[in-house]
């Protein structure tokens, strides 16, 4: 069964969602002392007609999955009318692997990536929309805060924006929080209010340790680390299956079990190409290095678990990311803007796909003095729409999002689906508002935010950015 699910997603002649095909992007060595090739699928044999607007949707997903965490929302009518891109990660679904998953590496690759998919893709006149995913989001915080010319709407689902700064103020903030409680204990030793005042402080923080226990064992040793991702056959994988599914509640309870071919389904689908695929290469599309690599076989005895775990261990969160002149050219950092195209180049083009160069964002952030020293780094410096679910496991909402509005530019969102989890985009009601959110985006945002989801319940918008919302759910949430 796992053999043939692995057909349906990752054989590079069928389609692997109707209307997308497989395609491959391959950047050449600078960082990384050799090539490397991301696989992605995209929607551009939807019959009867392929895509008919300029705009595009680009999708990066997170751990553990690979694009076909997407599949709900991509396949969707709705978007029919716009070019619709999910990559997968590096080490990931069946792209190659990083020697090194470092800032330097995957924001360089990343980066690379989204600016062959505007040649590709972007007709003149349009504009790109980043949707991204736990992980994915992360590296869409860093991309939307040092590369803001990549897209002109960043959507963050189930991530964070993490910063030295960050952490740092939360550590004095925690500190001067405690400071008064524990001197007013020293003054008054028989008075056992004060101590449980400074345990209430920190329930937030213990809440976000507690859920993160995982993180510290991925960044174990690594002969540790790698046992744990794949012991008791895959029993951490299969466990992030059943929560994603949502048979796995908060509480711990088991819902329904997966069958053996619901669960064979999912393995195919986090794990990538089996043999199968890998050997299945004398095609068309494989030609002229158009097929999936070495990497994509070695990480099959392993479902590529000890690949993927890389990603928490090798200081992509808090590492420096030194752009090359070669991308910093590309973005037009610090380069002149770029001319308009002559007319006679305009007119030789505009039959075919245009690469249209990215273009400084249209609303420019507050100057730095007016936020203060600490959300200097990692302020995001292009509109962006933060979703979050109100059930995520994952993260504590009051550590991850308050204080988030200092970070965000004009035009900017914070939202929370009140009944969500952490897998947001598999999650039927969640995947729908999802695709309202993507919609309005890639429509041009000619409408205010709060309608593309007026029809539906249970979601609140904490800021709005553009009358300065504040975060009164966060202060009124138990």
């Not at 893709?121 to 992980?135: E, I, P, S």
């Not at 160069?357 to 007016?370: I, N, Q, Y």
């Not at 041009?444 to 009164?472: I, P, Q, T, Y």
């Amino acid at each position: 069964q796992a053999a043939a699910d692995q057909r349906q997603y990752w054989h590079l002649v069928q389609q692997p969602i109707p209307g997308f095909r497989h395609d491959f992007f391959i950047r050449e060595a600078f960082h990384t002392g050799e090539d490397l090739k991301l696989h992605y699928v995209v929607s551009t044999d939807r019959q009867p007609s392929p895509p008919s607007s300029p705009n595009i949707a680009i999708f990066i997903h997170g751990f553990p999955d690979s694009y076909t965490l997407w599949t709900q929302i991509i396949a969707s009518e709705r978007l029919k009318d716009y070019t619709c891109i999910a990559v997968d990660l590096p080490g990931y679904g069946g792209s190659d692997d990083l020697p090194e998953y470092n800032a330097q590496n995957v924001l360089d690759t990343m980066a690379f990536f989204i600016l062959e998919m505007r040649k590709r893709y972007l007709k003149a006149g349009g504009r790109v929309v980043l949707v991204t995913h736990d992980w994915g989001a992360v590296i869409g915080a860093r991309l939307a805060s040092e590369a803001p010319e990549l897209a002109e709407r960043w959507i963050l689902m189930s991530g964070l924006i993490v910063t030295i700064d960050d952490w740092n103020a939360a550590y004095w903030q925690v500190l001067a929080f405690l400071r008064q409680p524990f001197q007013l204990k020293l003054r008054y030793p028989l008075k056992l209010h004060h101590l449980s005042v400074a345990w209430g402080i920190t329930a937030p923080l213990r809440s976000q340790l507690s859920s993160s226990f995982y993180v510290f064992v991925l960044t174990l040793p690594r002969p540790l680390a790698g046992w744990f991702a794949t012991f008791g056959n895959f029993w951490f994988l299969r466990l992030l299956h059943l929560t994603k599914t949502g048979r796995l509640k908060p509480d711990g309870k088991l819902s329904t079990p997966f069958t053996p071919k619901q669960s064979a389904d999912h393995i195919a689908q986090s794990a990538g190409p089996g043999l199968w695929e890998l050997q299945a290469t004398l095609t068309p599309l494989s030609r002229g290095g158009r097929g999936y690599e070495a990497d994509a076989a070695l990480r099959i005895p392993h479902l590529g678990m000890r690949e993927k775990i890389k990603i928490y261990r090798d200081g992509l969160l808090w590492g420096d990311w030194d752009k090359s002149f070669h991308l910093r050219f590309k973005l037009g950092q610090p380069c002149e803007p770029w001319p308009a195209p002559s007319s006679s180049t305009a007119s030789a083009s505009a039959s075919a796909p245009h690469f249209q160069p990215p273009t400084p964002p249209t609303s420019e952030p507050e100057s730095d003095d007016k936020i203060g020293h600490e959300a200097l780094r990692g302020r995001i410096k292009s509109p962006a729409t933060i979703i979050m679910g109100g059930e995520d496991p994952a993260f504590e909402l009051k550590m991850v999002l308050t204080g988030v509005e200092d970070y965000l530019p004009p035009r900017s969102q914070v939202v929370v689906f009140e009944k969500g989890g952490h897998w947001l985009p598999a999650e039927k009601v969640s995947a729908e508002m999802i695709e309202h959110v993507v919609l309005w985006a890639l429509a041009g945002e000619e409408v205010e935010f709060r309608e593309c989801l007026a029809g539906f319940e249970d979601w609140e918008m904490l800021v709005d950015k553009k009358d300065r919302g504040k975060l009164s759910f966060l202060q009124s949430r138990s």
